[in-house]
């Protein structure tokens, strides 16, 4: 059984600002973790954080999609998990922005519950930098 984390988001920022925290690697290590992401099809790269005990610290990935400013995506392999991330901005006017967030694949609860936690820090993390 696969299951999906759907999360929609709002920014008072631009739709360029917004992209740029996306698929900036700096950037995306201010809010994610360090990486050495490109915004380019095919382009493989790793996030990396310190192991400890229960994981290496790495999770391994490969852009799927890249259609600036619109939409995003890229594998998300972590342990046992193998996952697809994919990112959709749409500019709502008035200097706002609407950030849809879908991770596929999940293998189960405990995962989904875990991937819904992290990625609702990280986004107070994202929303810092883009507001």
């Not at 059984?1 to 201010?30: G, P």
């Not at 991330?85 to 849809?100: A, E, R, S």
Request: charged share 25%.
């Amino acid at each position: 059984m696969s299951l999906t984390l759907s999360l929609d988001f709002e920014y008072k920022t631009s739709i360029e600002k917004l992209w740029s925290a996306l698929t900036d690697s700096d950037k995306l290590a201010q809010w994610i973790l360090s990486n050495d992401f490109k915004p380019i099809v095919g382009h493989q790269f790793q996030f990396r954080s310190e192991p400890n005990e229960w994981w290496n610290g790495i999770i391994d990935c490969e852009v799927l999609i890249v259609d600036e400013p619109n939409r995003l995506s890229y594998t998300w392999a972590s342990g046992d998990e193998q996952n697809t991330v994919t990112w959709t901005l749409q500019d709502l006017g008035n200097g706002m922005v609407k950030l849809h967030f879908e991770q596929t694949g999940i293998s189960n609860k405990q995962a989904l519950g875990g991937a819904r936690g992290g990625w609702i820090g990280m986004h107070d993390e994202l929303k810092k930098l883009v507001e």
